[in-house]
């Protein structure tokens, strides 16, 4: 990766996009150090020109962001990096500088929410009390719920057919969180398939 830090004083800008949903998160600037920082411990650092000084996103708050990929544009002149928030990105406590999370994620959002509730061991939580009745249990929801798709499919209730449909993603995300994939590797499939 060769960068052109001779441009604006040596720093050249970088677009943050989350790396699930694709959204802009926000803007910052590097010099060479942040960038081989950013690389090195795969946390995004940047130069802040109003402190001029290096500053890793979440030093103070802790919202970290964890780098996924990094590309440069065209001209070597502009750095894209991929990145996953640990929380809010934006200062003025909004998701994103450029507003709230998009909603084009959301499978990713309920995707992490299962995750969570299930890695914290939820008191209470369904999707806990399934995961801890083991694979075969989750397993025979999906199936129960797919079958239920399938019924609904055949008849004309559109709300059932799509509250079935969700029913299945949902149950779906779980067993996937049971066997140790994520929803990333799935879609990364049906990308390759798709070529």
């Known amino acids: 990766m060769n960068i052109d830090f ?80 640990k929380n809010v990105v934006c200062h003025t406590g909004s998701f994103s500088c450029f507003g709230e999370k998009n909603t084009q994620g959301f499978m990713y959002e309920l995707e992490d929410k299962i995750s969570q509730r299930i890695d914290t061991k939820a008191e209470g939580s369904y999707t806990y009390s399934l995961y801890q009745r083991g694979i075969n249990k989750m397993a025979q929801k999906v199936g129960e719920e797919a079958v239920e798709l399938v019924i609904e499919a055949k008849d004309n209730n559109d709300d059932l057919f799509k509250n079935e449909a969700a029913d299945l993603l949902y149950h779906f995300l779980i067993l996937l969180k049971a066997k140790g994939f994520s929803l990333e590797e799935v879609e990364e499939i049906l990308k390759d398939r798709n070529q």
């Open 6 to 85: 001779n441009k604006d004083n040596g720093l050249v800008p970088v677009i943050i996009q989350d790396n699930r949903t694709l959204q802009v998160l926000m803007l910052g600037y590097m010099n060479e150090e942040a960038f081989e920082k950013t690389k090195k411990e795969g946390i995004v650092t940047f130069f802040s020109r109003s402190k001029n000084r290096l500053w890793t996103k979440g030093e103070e708050s802790g919202n970290f962001l964890t780098v996924k990929s990094i590309d440069i544009d065209c001209d070597q002149d502009t750095i894209l990096i991929k990145a996953v928030p």
